[in-house]
């Protein structure tokens, strides 16, 4: 079992910046591919942002992508996303997600543990 706890969502101004932060503990963190998604009200969630086991490879929603920065710190058994140049098309809450494998994946289905999210509202 992996339990993963978000911090760091807020209120912001468009154009402004805010880093997520997801603590994992449970099983091997360093051997699991990790992602974040979006939930916008009256909206699917929405891939946002992979990383693989190593960090080595990343993939990025094109809404996202030169803006958004996810990475990872092994040793400290957590997940970042930075996000920069923020609009308010970002507002949603941002969970961040584990896999049992060790790639980077786009799929919500291809995730196993879930955290509960935390609210980014980016304002105009």
């Known amino acids: 079992q992996v339990q993963l706890v978000e911090s760091g969502g807020g209120l912001v101004q468009a154009g402004g910046s805010l880093r997520l932060s997801c603590a994992a503990s449970g099983r091997t963190f360093s051997r699991s591919g990790m992602g974040w998604f979006r939930q916008a009200p009256g909206k699917e969630r929405e891939f946002v942002a992979a990383?693989?086991?190593?960090?080595?490879?990343?993939n990025y929603a094109d809404s996202v992508k030169g803006r958004f920065t996810i990475s990872r710190d092994n040793a400290k058994n957590t997940v970042y996303l930075q996000m920069n140049s923020l609009k308010p098309e970002d507002t949603a809450v941002y969970s961040c997600a584990a896999s049992k494998g060790t790639g980077w994946y786009k799929f919500s289905a291809q995730y196993d543990y879930w955290g509960q999210g935390t609210q980014v509202t980016v304002s105009s």
């Open positions: 990383i693989s086991w190593s960090g080595g490879n990343t």
